[in-house]
């Protein structure tokens, strides 16, 4: 391997061997001091190619300079201490930001793209007179650029799923509300498919529900439901003995001759679980099992309700 001392040109960069004596951290300490040098203009090209490429979009141009700023910094930060663990979080809590603004994934790797190339044209610029000492610059600089786009992308991927699954979460619970209509009484009303997902969400909450209303009686009306599977159909018979085993009774309305059928189809002694066949029947019921004395006569167009003596 040739000993020729190679001198770069206009650069201040110290000469080395041809052959390249540098350790990989020494050259990613030469590249991070060049990026340090020029960070106002690098990043200033950088936000162009963001705007010319018409990502980030839903963000001022005001917000994407702040953004990049703190993302190029942290970039070089990571190439100075190889360590990802701070750029993580900082992906985490960039992420936490721009998501509600409508940012997709796609923009966030095509910026981190953006800036490695920009990063990489820099480099090319530099050492144009000692292609074996760019080549390897590159060698080092490439594989921790690769690390750090695919940190910043599992990180945003990470972080979308987990806005997602709280979304998700926000809909299943409004789609089941509990809802407390007197004093330990307790109505789940169901409308749409039960899926086993929806299914066990719904016992969760219906659990919850009773332990923080110190609920005695549960209306679960499933006039809605169209037609319910046999593992669902287990799911709804276990929520039933649950809610026994926390001190409540349930009662189930609105059953439909197919789920009747498919209850029986499992096994489900229908006899032993408590069901009337409107929801009107249901609370009537669950008020006199609670010591309410519900009377039929009517005056003035109004159902009179009375307190009996607690039982």
């Known amino acids: 391997m040739s000993k020729r001392e190679v001198n770069m040109k206009d650069t ?4 080395h061997p041809a052959g390249g004596s540098e350790a990989p951290s020494e050259l990613l300490r030469e590249l991070v001091a060049h990026l340090r040098q020029n960070r106002t203009q690098l990043r200033e ?3 162009v190619r963001i705007t010319e490429t018409r990502l980030l979009t839903a963000m001022t141009k005001e917000e994407i300079f702040a953004e990049a700023t703190s993302v190029y910094d942290s970039y070089v930060e990571a190439l100075e201490t190889e360590a990802f663990e701070a750029l993580q979080a900082y992906a985490r809590n960039l992420s936490e930001r721009i998501i509600p603004r409508g940012v997709e994934t796609h923009e966030v790797v095509g910026i981190v793209l953006l800036l490695r190339d920009v990063l990489a044209r820099s480099l090319f610029a530099k050492y144009q007179t000692d292609f074996k000492k760019l080549n390897r610059i590159l060698d080092a600089y490439e594989p921790a650029a690769n690390r750090i786009a695919n940190t910043v992308a599992v990180g945003f991927v990470q972080e979308r ?3 997602i699954r709280q979304q998700q979460e926000a809909i299943r619970e409004l789609s089941t509300p509990v809802l407390q209509v007197r004093e330990r009484l307790l109505i789940l009303p169901i409308i749409g498919v039960i899926d086993p997902q929806r ?19 549960v209306v679960i009306d499933i006039t809605g439901v169209a037609a319910m599977d046999v593992t669902v159909a287990n799911h709804l018979v276990q929520t039933v003995e649950a809610s026994r085993l926390l001190g409540a009774t349930v009662i189930v309305t609105g059953l439909s001759p197919e789920i009747a059928q498919t209850l029986v189809t499992i096994g489900v002694d229908l006899g032993k679980m408590n069901t009337v066949g409107d929801l009107q029947g249901g609370i009537e019921q669950a008020e006199r ?12 167009g109004y159902k009179v309700e009375t307190l009996a003596e607690p039982r």
Do not use: D, F, H
């Not at 299914?199 to 009686?217: D, F, M, P, S």
């Not at 099992?289 to 003035?300: C, D, N, Q, T």
């Open 12 to 15: 201040g960069t110290p000469s």
């Open 45 to 47: 090209e950088w936000v």
């Open 161 to 163: 799923e987990r806005v």
């Open 199 to 217: 299914a066990r969400q719904l016992t969760e909450q219906l659990l919850r529900g009773i332990r923080t209303n110190r609920a005695k009686v």
């Open 289 to 300: 099992l609670l010591g309410y004395k519900v009377e039929a006569e009517r005056l003035l």
